[in-house]
């Protein structure tokens, strides 16, 4: 909202895909959103910020102020202090990939669905790993041309699944217009009939980034069985959210259940392009525009959490994740016979840098797995073996964690150091010592202070 309102035009600010992601914890424990792959993580947006230390210190951490700290913040987790601001950037969107290109739609929202038979399945997530994350060095410059006017324009989340009443697809935002998306997918495979199901996918054009990202949101909230969340933890809605909005119920459609518990009773906006009534007209010009006037007041109800009705559902989950880099076909075709939930693709930009440039060191393990639901902690467990015994030779060292998306297994785990901060945490722990030296911050995996050298010798 606020980017539709300052830069209209070409101005993007990455938010996470969830209407609940805040701003702190996103900005120091990575921060991935639909366009991550063009813009960077969260951490590599933020340049400075304004921070209380444990003796009352208020200091600004960037690269020219208190350097080190700035270099922890950006991926070493929120233990340092208390952030009071930050300054982030506003990121240009990319030139048309045609320069002669009139269109004014230069943001397109994709959903693509793809055949589940094991052969078909295994030939689409070859191709489409080689599409996000080319198999060449990160540090590359072929790597670099390679994606920077294909992969790096498109980012969002997918399900890799098989089983049946499941999904194999992708859905999110590409940086360019309809026509752009589909000659970029086209280029890589991704369209071709003996994968592609064309039936069951979509494109929609949007003129702003702040429209197909609104979209997006919107469609998050409305598609059963998520229409409960805009009573729930994400907004402090009514059961009446076209009420709350303003729009005319026309505009609307009767809200679901979430689980087989009713959790609406009144009406949502029709942003599901599986309703009949759906509009795209009327998403443009009526739904989208009342969400943006919601969503850029701080005090609205939209940017309120809502009454927590399903928290005993939520706590019975497992909301943790892994981060999962380049894999062998046959071992993602593994994990989609598994079903696997993809909360985001952060390829592009976050992997051409160097693991300890920022605190985030998780730079090419570009899939960011989800397992919130019931029977999450089964469905890592049975994920994990899998990476363990047929991509990592059995070490489970390797098996990286994302701390904003914290889990038990790295939690409690001997390891969570190198889970959640692979090689950076000696250094990350050593600039907690100098700024947190008593801990106050802290928590159970936050970085900690590392022991000065009289400790470490045992005097």
């Not at 969260?42 to 600004?60: E, K, P």
């Not at 290109?101 to 078909?120: A, L």
């Not at 197909?212 to 919107?218: A, E, G």
Request: charged fraction near 20%; include cysteine.
């Amino acid at each position: 909202a606020y980017t539709a309102k300052h830069f209209p035009d070409d101005g993007i600010y990455l938010i996470g895909g969830c209407p609940s992601v805040g701003i702190t914890g996103y900005a120091t424990g990575g921060g991935q959103g639909d366009t991550t792959p063009w813009v960077g993580l969260g951490v590599d947006d933020v340049l400075s910020y304004d921070i209380v230390l444990y003796d009352g210190t208020s200091v600004t951490a960037s690269e020219k102020e208190h350097s080190d700290l700035y270099w922890a913040l950006r991926g070493g987790g929120s233990g340092f202090g208390v952030i009071t601001s930050l300054t982030t950037a506003i990121v240009n969107a990319p030139k048309p990939l045609e320069p002669s290109s009139s269109s004014s739609s230069r943001f397109t929202y994709v959903f693509y669905s793809y055949k589940q038979t094991q052969n078909e399945a295994k030939k689409f997530l070859e191709r489409f790993q080689d599409f996000l994350v080319p198999n060449l060095p990160f540090d590359s410059k072929e790597y670099k041309d390679k994606i920077r006017n294909s992969s790096a324009r498109f980012g969002g989340d997918g399900e890799f699944s098989t089983k049946e009443n499941e999904n194999l697809a992708f859905t999110g935002i590409f940086l360019g217009s309809k026509d752009e998306a589909i000659s970029t997918f086209e280029k890589a495979g991704l369209r071709d009939p003996d994968i592609f199901k064309e039936s069951d996918s979509y494109e929609f054009e949007f003129s702003s980034h702040a429209d197909v990202q609104l979209f997006s949101i919107c469609l998050q909230l409305t598609t059963s069985p998520t229409s409960s969340f805009w009573q729930s933890e994400y907004v402090s809605a009514t059961d009446f959210v076209c009420e709350d909005l303003g729009i005319d119920p026309k505009y609307c459609h009767q809200s679901g259940s979430i689980y087989g518990q009713n959790a609406l009773n009144g009406s949502i906006p029709n942003c599901d392009p599986n309703q009949a009534s759906f509009n795209l007209e009327d998403v443009k010009n009526v739904i989208l525009p009342a969400i943006k006037a919601a969503a850029i007041k701080p005090q609205s109800w939209f940017n309120r959490p809502g009454s927590q009705r399903w928290a005993p559902f939520i706590e019975k989950s497992l909301p943790g994740g892994l981060l999962v880099g380049r894999l062998d076909p046959d071992v993602l075709l593994d994990l989609a016979n598994v079903g696997v939930t993809i909360n985001h693709f952060a390829h592009g930009a976050p992997t051409v840098v160097a693991r300890d440039k920022t605190g985030y060191s998780n730079r090419e393990e570009y899939i960011l797995l989800s397992f919130a639901g019931a029977g999450g902690m089964e469905k890592y467990e049975e994920v994990a073996s899998i990476l363990i015994n047929k991509a990592y030779g059995g070490d489970s060292s390797k098996l990286r964690g994302y701390i904003n998306y914290m889990n038990p297994v790295g939690t409690t785990g001997g390891d969570w150091r190198t889970y959640y901060f692979g090689d950076n945490y000696e250094r990350l722990s050593e600039i907690k010592a100098e700024y947190d030296v008593t801990n106050g911050f802290g928590n159970q995996v936050q970085v900690r202070p590392a022991l000065s050298k009289k400790a470490k010798a045992g005097k």
